[in-house]
């Protein structure tokens, strides 16, 4: 995928990428944690420089739903959106919707050329839901 992007292989480059693959909607924290297992040298620095060149060239995909830090992905140009929990700040991919009204196609376009449609879905995760109360 690295050498894909045009883009040197090197073993940081290569470590943050797993992690990513590994970790879905994973914040800089988990990354950077699950890193160092791997390349215990590794500073914060260079895990936020390789995010940054991986998210430019395409290879990762950098969600931030509001009132969240960054996360990252590797699903990327599918245009999937997220559902986030409003209670646990849990995130969950949802394609994109498909049938008579896609969401690319935007009621007036404005002459936009539109590529992209930014959706999240906001509620509570089945985690969160309170149980029924049994009686
Ligand atoms: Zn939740
Ligand atoms: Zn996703």
């Known amino acids: 995928m690295l050498r894909g ?16 693959h590994a970790h879905p909607h994973a914040d800089t924290v988990s990354i950077f944690g699950a890193v160092r297992t791997e390349l ?11 995010l940054r060149a991986l998210t430019a060239a395409g290879l990762v995909r950098r969600i931030q ?9 590797s699903r990327v140009g599918d245009n ?17 919707a498909v049938g008579e009204t896609p969401c690319l196609t935007a009621s007036d376009d404005q002459g936009f050329s539109i590529d ?8 509570i995760c089945l985690e969160c839901v309170p ?3 049994t009686s």
Not at 80 to 96: K, L, N, T
């Open 5 to 20: 992007a045009a883009l040197r292989v090197t073993r940081p480059r290569l470590a943050v990428l797993t992690a990513v």
């Open 40 to 50: 215990p040298e590794v500073s914060h620095q260079a895990v936020y420089d390789v």
């Open 116 to 123: 992209e449609a930014d959706v999240t879905y906001w509620g």
């Open 80 to 96: 999937h959106h997220h559902v986030v929990c409003r209670s646990c700040g849990a995130i969950a991919d949802v394609d994109c």
């Open 65 to 73: 739903p509001s009132g969240s830090v960054a996360r990252y992905e």
């Open 131 to 133: 149980a029924p109360a």
